[in-house]
């Protein structure tokens, strides 16, 4: 055969295959019988063997997996993979919509979807073709997943058309259906093995597999929700969507335009109730602003975009026994009553604990050991006890008192004032606190020491070779080695990890400290703002509170932390291992302080930047972005669109109306 000819039959059968995959996992309309797709899966796969240099990652034959293990490579997202806020009510709807409306000052469609329980993924696909599929991760990196990913079978590896954007990237949610779960579980149990809990975990730990072919026979499925890129066809997230199912991407058909909150209602309660008919779980609707131009508009928070918000249906309820509560030490000294349960069944998972949070819990629910209790799987993944059936309630049940001592060191439990936790104070000498601070200074999203999980540092304290954070710093070679299931090639690795930590950047340096309320966010924002650790240090109370976004609690804790000489110690010696405690030189490249006390307040869309750029130059120029119009506000740096009640405000307390120009012009 010559060679035009092999290569034009080898392209006509995976096109055709192409078809019969998209008519049977996207339509669930198939037109050829299971038996003939495989025998044309089978003549492809022979011509493939055959000529190699025909070879295409995005064939139908690459669907069926590969036994190759392989590591996951990490990959930063293009754009960060931000999550949603929540909200349980239709009053946090109506907030939602009040907010939004205050912002873009316009009516604006919403459009509802079905909130799938599955793990996250992102697809991109240049002239056609998927060239990679990335986790979530930590949403600003997260593992190369495409081999797995090219295994399921309603994603498309090339697109159908051609009128779709040369570069774009699609989002949406890894599922196993339910079928597939039970049958897996079925499979497992006959062969005597443990069972999975739910659909959303196998998923997640499916995709995570290093053999692609043991995904493949997972029948994992997968919805698309929300498209990013340049050139995107439409201004409305719906209509987006509309074409992407053109070009061959599953796009539930649930997905709705709704032009007012009442039809946003009547779709939530619909889906409360048919979801249970659906083959996949469910565990909300997401309410979407459908314009992208009002999306740009509304930018985001650090944590989730100010355009969309996710309402969780009301969780399922059940009844069980209280057997006993044990209490836990957290690693700021906070005792965590937990409840021990008879175990139950709950939206797919078995439960055997539930979180009873605090002490006045304890006390509101008048909790008594062998009550019977109602517990709930809401928005966390920790169920809850919501409530008791008092009049199952045998006399002699004894009530729960929450404890005095700490069950770990026994020092007394103290409760700060205006706080709901009982704390241990044993700060140094407590082992879960000790172990808790050191858990999260190598953790990922501390200083993400390849090697150093939870189960390590564990052995390292219990074996007495680590005692404090510095302490990671002198380990030996040998010492790490001589761990249970560690060879001499794990030990090295968490060498080199620990010399990689000089290369992390302040703000996680300042994160892994665990000093409380400074999470991920609010360290970056006191590093960009302060730049060094002695000026964090030496940073009044005020001058704290005085800073975009930290209230009086954060500023409280960080005085309180760096006054106490053992943790100064701590930051020479980390300074001595070379860890970083000052903004990278990078980052305050082009840093000014142009804007320096100004206040200013964005409103409408431009031509140049988004208002996300807008806000970032605004900070780096050391201005402040305001929310609100008011005496204090500086200048209006106003759009196109913007709203006439704010122009009509902003011209009454006589605030400088400012155009993107003349912004650009400020900053030259
Ligand atoms: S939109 C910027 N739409 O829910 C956020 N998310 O907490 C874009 N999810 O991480 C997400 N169904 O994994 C969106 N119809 C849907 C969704 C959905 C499920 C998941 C997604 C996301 C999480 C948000």
Redesign the pocket.
């Known amino acids: 055969m010559i060679s035009e000819e092999t290569y034009n039959i080898i392209t006509a059968l995976r096109d055709e295959l192409a078809e019969h995959n998209y008519n049977y996992y996207v339509l669930a309309k198939p037109i050829i019988s299971d038996f003939d797709f495989d025998m044309k899966l089978k003549e492809l796969e022979k011509l493939e063997v055959e000529f190699p240099k025909f070879a295409d990652p995005n064939s139908p034959t690459q669907r069926v997996g590969s036994d190759i293990s392989k590591d996951f490579e990490q990959v930063e997202h293009k754009y960060s993979?931000?999550?949603?806020?929540?909200a349980y009510s239709e009053e946090e709807i109506k907030d939602f919509d009040t907010r939004v409306k205050k912002i873009i000052e316009t009516d604006c469609e919403y459009v509802c979807?079905?909130?799938?329980?599955?793990?996250?993924?992102s697809l991109t696909y240049e002239n056609g073709e998927l060239i990679r599929a990335v986790t979530?991760g930590d949403g600003v990196k997260g593992d190369d997943v495409t081999t797995n990913v090219r295994t399921i079978k309603s994603i498309p590896l090339k697109l159908r058309g051609n009128n779709y954007p040369v570069n774009f990237e699609i989002?949406?949610?890894i599922v196993m259906p339910f079928k597939a779960f039970d049958e897996l579980n079925a499979e497992l149990e006959k062969a005597g093995e443990q069972l999975l809990a739910n659909p959303r975990n196998t998923s997640a730990g499916t995709l995570k597999m290093k053999n692609s072919k043991v995904v493949a026979s997972r029948k994992l499925d997968a919805?698309l929700?929300?498209m990013l890129g340049k050139d995107l066809p439409m201004d409305g997230h719906f209509e987006n969507l509309q074409k992407a199912k053109e070009w061959g991407f599953k796009i539930?058909d649930a997905?709705k335009i709704c032009k007012n909150l009442d039809e946003v209602f009547a779709f939530i309660k619909k889906w409360d109730v048919d979801r249970h008919k659906l083959p996949v779980a469910?565990?909300?609707?997401?309410i979407?602003v459908n314009s992208k131009n009002l999306q740009e508009n509304l930018g985001?928070t650090a944590k989730?975009?100010r355009w969309?918000i996710?309402y969780k249906f009301k969780a399922e309820s059940v009844s069980t026994i209280l057997k006993s509560v044990a209490y836990q030490v957290g690693r700021t000294g906070a005792v965590t009553p937990v409840a021990n349960l008879d175990a139950v069944q709950i939206a797919g998972t078995v439960v055997k604990r539930a979180s009873l949070h605090n002490a006045d819990i304890i006390q509101n629910l008048d909790l008594h050991i062998g009550d019977t209790v109602f517990v709930e799987k809401g928005g966390e993944i920790i169920p809850k006890i919501t409530g008791v059936d008092s009049i199952k309630r045998h006399p002699m049940f004894p009530p729960v008192i929450f404890i005095k001592n700490c069950p770990e060191c026994k020092s007394l439990l103290i409760r700060k004032e205006g706080e709901s936790a009982f704390y241990c104070p044993n700060e140094d000498g407590c082992s879960p606190q000790i172990k808790g601070k050191m858990e999260h200074f190598v953790s990922r999203k501390g200083m993400d020491i390849d090697g150093l999980g939870q189960e390590t540092v564990d052995l390292l304290y219990n074996e007495g070779f680590v005692k404090e954070i510095t302490d990671f710093f002198q380990l030996e070679k040998e010492q790490l080695a001589s761990l249970e299931r560690m060879g001499e090639k794990s030990a090295l690795r968490i060498l080199d990890g620990l010399k990689a930590t000089i290369q992390v950047p302040f703000e996680r340096v300042l994160f892994s400290l665990g000093i409380r309320f400074v999470g991920e966010t609010v360290a970056k924002i006191l590093v960009n703002k302060l730049h060094t650790i002695e000026k964090i240090q030496t940073a009044t109370l005020e001058e704290l509170i005085d800073i975009d976004e930290i209230g009086e609690k954060i500023a409280e804790s960080v005085v309180d932390w760096f006054s106490i000489e053992k943790h100064l110690q701590l930051i020479e010696k980390l300074k001595n291992y070379g860890l970083q405690f000052k903004i990278d030189a990078k980052h305050l490249e082009g840093m000014t302080e142009k804007l320096k006390g100004l206040n200013i307040i964005i409103s409408g869309t431009f031509d140049t930047h988004s208002r996300d750029e807008f806000k970032k130059m605004i900070e780096k120029n050391g201005g402040k972005n305001v929310g609100s119009i008011s005496k204090k506000t500086s200048y209006l740096l106003a759009g196109k669109n913007i709203g006439p009640s704010k122009l009509e405000k902003a011209n009454k307390l006589k605030i400088t109306i400012i155009s993107e120009n003349d912004f650009l012009k400020m900053l030259n």
Not at 81 to 86: I, R, T
Not at 115 to 120: E, H, L, T, Y
Not at 282 to 286: P, R
């Open positions: 993979m931000l999550s949603l806020s929540n979807e079905l909130k799938f329980d599955g793990s996250s993924i979530r989002r949406g949610e919805y929700y929300y539930s997905t469910t565990d909300g609707v997401v979407k985001f989730s975009p969309a996710a």
